[in-house]
């Protein structure tokens, strides 16, 4: 059995993170020891550290959970699945063109003057003035 912190060191997950998990039912609850101590098996070990791969993979608790309550399918059950991971992957390709552009109009914005300019700042104007901008960010 593995206590919470040991589950915390080997995961990298918070022990507020692991209580917060184990509520909102992504694991199973803990055995708890005569003193109450939460003992964790080494399947949630396992669990903990899948949910932590997702997490870092940026999917929802929500596609977690749904993820999770596949286990054990087979066939066209899985559908959801793949579902779910092409979904995370077209919201990724959408943050990453956010961040494309984002990362343009900082470089004109950056390069709005060299700095050794007297009077008003062209990079503080910049910063201010939205119209010159290739669109929303």
Request: glycine letters at 10%.
């Amino acid at each position: 059995m593995i206590s919470i912190g040991e589950m915390s060191r080997r995961t990298g997950v918070k022990v507020p993170t692991i209580r917060f998990y184990e509520d909102k039912g992504l694991l199973e609850a803990a055995a708890r020891t005569p003193g109450n101590q939460r003992r964790y098996t080494q399947a949630a070990l396992a669990r903990l550290g899948f949910i932590r791969h997702a997490r870092d993979l940026g999917l929802p608790l929500e596609d977690i959970a749904a993820l999770i309550s596949l286990e054990g399918a087979s066939g066209s059950e899985l559908d959801r699945a793949h579902d779910i991971a092409r979904r995370q992957r077209q919201h990724l390709r959408a943050r990453i063109a956010k961040l494309q552009r984002l990362e343009r109009e900082l470089a004109r914005i950056s390069g709005a003057c060299d700095g050794h300019e007297d009077g008003a700042c062209a990079v503080l104007h910049a910063f201010g003035d939205h119209r010159p901008c290739g669109g929303a960010h």
